[in-house]
């Protein structure tokens, strides 16, 4: 299931969002890419300021936008 901006917003809290950015940056991690510059709180944000720009996109290629990750590699 591909979550996109509503799933990201909707009804989640700074909490899980921050617990989720979290989560995606030990995916990086774990496939090998440099993420020491982030906290969760840090990529959390990037991610809203992402999602107020543009809502067309997935979380998972958003995040890859920002990480400067090629998403079709991983999905």
């Known amino acids: 299931m591909k979550m996109y901006e509503p ?3 909707g009804n989640t809290t700074d909490d899980e969002r921050i617990m989720m950015a979290g989560l ?4 990086y991690e774990a496939l090998g890419y440099a993420v020491s510059e982030w906290t969760p709180n ?12 543009r809502k067309d996109l997935n979380v998972w290629r958003v995040a890859c936008l920002i990480q400067n990750v090629a998403p079709e590699a991983y999905e």
Do not use: G, P, V
């Not at 990529?43 to 300021?49: D, G, K, T, V």
């Open 42 to 53: 840090t990529f959390a944000r990037q991610m809203n300021n992402f999602f107020d720009w």
């Open 24 to 27: 995606l940056l030990k995916i």
């Open 7 to 9: 799933h990201w917003y």
